[in-house]
């Protein structure tokens, strides 16, 4: 994923495209470059790295000087992170440039044609092409020459253009790719996310598949593709500018934990109404429901777990079978699902690229579909048939933690709604609402309860390999934990059915290999302490995670992590916090850039 910005106003732009780079760098941050109207040239400054080396190369914006421009953060798809492969790119005539979030699916035979028409290549982007199909098709006219080269392209993109012939204007274009334009006072903007506008405008303008804006520093206009204007409403952003800051916190990651009692009740109260789970955004009916014969979960990454979590709470209210599918697996496993199916499609960005193909397959196969998603306006949310948005606020690390923790309470609100639809006795379901009330204040017990966290991750930091293991609602905690401490501290981490331990990974149980045992569900704890029994017979040193108050855990481990009594079924939400914060102090250990890790981006919306 990468992440674009647009400025044109009466203050010198490129310090206001850095900015806004600032807080787009988690969507990618390899490469990263503005380009500013210089009177009636171009002039673009582009490096490899971070923001900050850009901020450095073009002194803080100065040695940009121009009203209009663009900048790009990146994460590398075609060609290597290399300033010749940064944006943006100039056309050949120099007459315009551009910034693209996208994948241009069918660049190859583009720029077959173009290299045969004579145009010249500077990069391996995918995004070049685009530009020089601009020129080419340029007689006077941007809009139309965009709209004649997107008739073009196929794939996914979100453009940002500026034109020598139109110097004071920048141009958007919105295929598959969230671009959003803030409407200041005159002054005008566009950007890949509203973090990179909220400092400078809270109105704002989301951007439809297929729309094209013209922003001048005194003017807004939004077209369709037969060029006719189109009457766009303008939102309101409510929240506060620091929730995209990090608020005296030495990383993203770590305040996002710490915001996780409230963005947990921030997603759960609006929908506990009268001592019902209400979802007005479902209008989801009992016939409707009855005619559901299975659900399916799909999406990627901790998304992906969060499914898995609530698969057990699902199947155990609703007595309906769920399946949970990778997003990248069941896009192309022609799946099993029609229109007595539930698609239940998982994503904190709204733009991961898996998890729309999986959604976009489900649609067409008929299966009624429900997005949970983070980011409002996002693809996903526009895409499925019902959206409920997580109200976690904007998550900036890569690494998702409130986000995780939201998509579960959603899950367990959906599951308790659904058993409620089909006939919940009032006993059962009074207790189940007040155990979802009571978790936001367990969340914070659950950060508070384990202060040797640091000195644990000073232990283990070193290790080459970690176990996470755990059964049934564990496990899929388990799940989450490892990748946790794979992705942000580099540790190799798997996490393991504990009943399967027997039937191979044992062999890899030596002297001290750490074994992270979830022992937090009361029906089968008494397994996972076996299984405790027989990783510590071979060396193992057990790292333990249990109920506070289960004193028969303390002669089976070595050390400890405990979370408060939490209902059975929603005690992945507190159980997966010390996980958690375990993952964030080894990385700290290990000095490894907590909030953007080598390699990763916080949604990848390329295959
Ligand atoms: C990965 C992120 O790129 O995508 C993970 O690093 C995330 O944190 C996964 O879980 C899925 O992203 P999303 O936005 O679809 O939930």
């Known amino acids: ?19 806004g780079l600032k807080k787009l760098e988690y969507r990618g941050y390899d490469s990263a470059g503005v380009a500013v109207m210089d009177k009636d040239r171009i002039a673009v400054s582009k490096v490899t790295g971070r923001i900050a080396s850009l901020c450095e190369k073009t002194g803080q914006g100065k040695a940009v000087p121009g009203t209009t421009g663009v900048g790009h953060t990146r994460w590398a798809t075609h060609g290597a992170p290399t300033e010749e492969n ?25 720029r077959e044609e173009l290299t045969g028409r004579g145009y010249h290549f500077e990069s391996q982007t995918d995004t070049e092409v685009i530009v020089h199909l ?12 965009l709209i004649r080269t997107t008739n073009r392209l196929q794939g996914s993109y979100a453009l940002g253009v500026i034109c020598t012939e139109e110097p004071e204007k920048i141009f958007a274009v919105r295929e598959a790719s969230p671009l959003i334009l803030g409407i200041g006072v005159g002054e005008n903007f566009f950007a890949s996310d509203v973090t990179a506008l909220v400092s400078y405008t809270r109105n704002v303008i989301y951007l439809e598949d297929g729309e094209y804006a013209e922003l001048t520093p005194d003017s807004v206009r939004v077209f369709d593709c037969s060029g006719r204007i189109l009457d766009k409403e303008i939102s309101r952003v409510t929240w ?14 770590l305040k996002e934990i710490m915001e996780q009692p409230g963005a947990v009740k921030a997603t759960i109260e609006p929908r506990l109404k009268n001592g019902k789970v209400v979802f007005d955004e479902l209008g989801m009916t009992e016939k409707d429901l009855r005619s559901i014969r299975k659900i399916v979960i799909t999406a990627c990454g901790s998304a992906y777990y969060a499914g898995c979590s609530g698969k057990y709470v699902l199947e155990s209210l609703c007595r309906i079978p769920v399946e949970v599918e990778l997003a990248s697996e069941l896009r192309y496993s022609d799946p099993l699902i029609d229109s007595h199916t539930l698609l239940i499609v998982i994503s904190q960005s709204g733009e991961t690229a898996d998890t729309i193909a999986a959604l976009k397959e489900g649609r067409e196969r008929g299966a009624k579909t429900l997005a949970i998603v983070n980011v409002l306006g996002s693809s996903i949310a526009k895409l499925a048939g019902m959206t409920v948005y997580t109200w976690a606020g904007p998550e900036i690390a890569v690494a998702t933690t409130k986000g995780f923790t939201t998509q579960l309470v959603v899950l367990y609100l959906l599951a308790v709604y659904f058993a409620d639809l089909q006939g919940l006795a009032a006993s059962v379901y009074a207790q189940l609402i ?15 309860m384990n202060p040797s966290i640091p000195e644990l991750a000073g232990k283990y930091h070193g290790s080459s390999s970690l176990f996470f293991i755990g059964r049934n609602t564990d496990y899929a905690v388990a799940l989450e934990g490892a990748l946790k401490m794979k992705e942000i501290s580099y540790l190799h981490a798997e996490a393991y059915a ?9 062999a890899l149980i030596e002297e001290h290999t750490p074994v992270i045992a979830l022992c937090c569900n009361w029906t089968i704890m008494e397994k996972t302490m076996n299984n405790i029994v027989e990783v510590k017979a071979r060396g193992a040193e057990v790292l333990a995670l249990s109920f506070r108050g289960n004193q028969k855990i303390l002669s089976a481990a ?13 005690s992945a939400v507190t159980e997966i916090i010390p996980l958690q914060l375990l993952a964030y102090y080894t990385a700290l250990e290990n000095g490894c850039d907590i909030d953007k890790p080598k390699n990763l981006a916080k949604s990848v919306t390329v295959e």
């Open 434 to 448: 007040a155990s979802l009330q009571a978790l936001p204040r367990q969340i914070q017990q659950a950060i508070d």
């Open 86 to 110: 940064a944006h943006p790119h100039l056309s050949n005539d120099g007459k315009f440039a551009i910034v693209h979030n996208g994948i241009i699916e069918n660049y190859l035979e583009l």
């Open 1 to 19: 994923m990468c992440g674009i910005v647009g400025f044109t106003g009466t203050q010198q732009a490129a310090p206001v495209l850095l900015e």
């Open 558 to 570: 070595d050390d400890f992590l405990f979370i408060p009594d939490t209902d059975p079924l929603f």
């Open 498 to 506: 504990a009943g399967e331990l027997k039937h191979g990974t044992i």
């Open 134 to 145: 601009i020129e080419m098709y340029y007689r006077g006219s941007v809009r139309e020459a």
């Open 240 to 253: 506060d500018v620091r929730a995209a800051e990090k608020g005296g916190y030495a990383h993203f990651m």
